[in-house]
């Protein structure tokens, strides 16, 4: 579902678990709150235990 609003609203949700990346990392992160930019494609993938792996992409409108 985030992906899907991602897409749709063109925000990117902010980045779970970390409060400030590191240094070393070149990724953007969103910290803290969401970040409005264009979205233009949006992945979502799914893993679970004993081989069940999906993913969709989405493009908003």
Partial sequence: ???LL????DEVPPTSGPRAPDAA???G??????VGTSVGVAISTSVAMGGSHSA???RGA
Avoid: K
């Fill in 25 to 27: 990392c070149e990724l």
């Fill in 29 to 34: 992160h969103a910290i803290g709150r969401g």
């Fill in 6 to 9: 991602a897409s749709c609203r």
């Fill in 56 to 58: 969709i992409a989405v």
């Fill in 1 to 3: 579902m985030p992906a």
